[in-house]
């Protein structure tokens, strides 16, 4: 078995240590380079798909385009059509309670968990209740 013996001065072993500490520092500007260039595409993309799902919606409800061509273009730009809308919706609820003696009816009444509805979860983004007024 051969063995190979490498007599290496600290002169050249600090040379070696240098070109690749170089080697990485030149590495890893390169990967910043393309990792902020990853990050302003998908910035561009991201504000041309949001720019397409207005125009289309809008040239849609303008009876410029088809439902079938708005479509068409949402599935090429990757987008739903659908509009986020915030609406305030009013509720009111009549209970009967059975209050036990020495308890109080309001305490029932806010134990109740009035946010726990059923509803289409892909239509709802964001639900939320308070209780304003108890009338007893």
């Known amino acids: 078995m051969d063995q190979t013996v490498?007599?290496?001065t600290t002169e050249f072993l600090q040379t070696q240590i240098s070109a690749l500490q170089e080697s990485i520092k030149s590495k890893d500007e390169h990967i910043q380079r393309i990792t902020q260039r990853?990050?302003?595409?998908?910035?561009?993309?991201?504000r041309m798909r949001d720019g397409m799902h207005e125009w289309t919606i809008q040239e849609f409800k303008d009876g410029h385009i088809t439902e079938s061509q708005a479509e068409a273009i949402?599935?090429?730009?990757?987008?739903?059509l659908t509009q986020e809308v915030e609406a305030e919706v009013t509720v009111t609820y009549n209970i009967t309670l059975q209050v036990p003696i020495g308890e109080d009816a309001?305490?029932?009444?806010?134990?109740?968990?009035?946010?726990?509805?059923?509803?289409?979860?892909?239509n709802i983004t964001w639900l939320s209740s308070?209780?304003?007024r108890i009338d007893i």
């Open 74 to 80: 949402a599935e090429i730009c990757g987008f739903e």
């Open 130 to 132: 308070s209780v304003d």
């Open 106 to 122: 309001e305490d029932i009444i806010n134990d109740i968990d009035f946010e726990s509805v059923s509803y289409n979860s892909d």
């Open 6 to 8: 490498i007599n290496a």
């Open 38 to 46: 990853d990050y302003s595409t998908a910035a561009e993309m991201q």
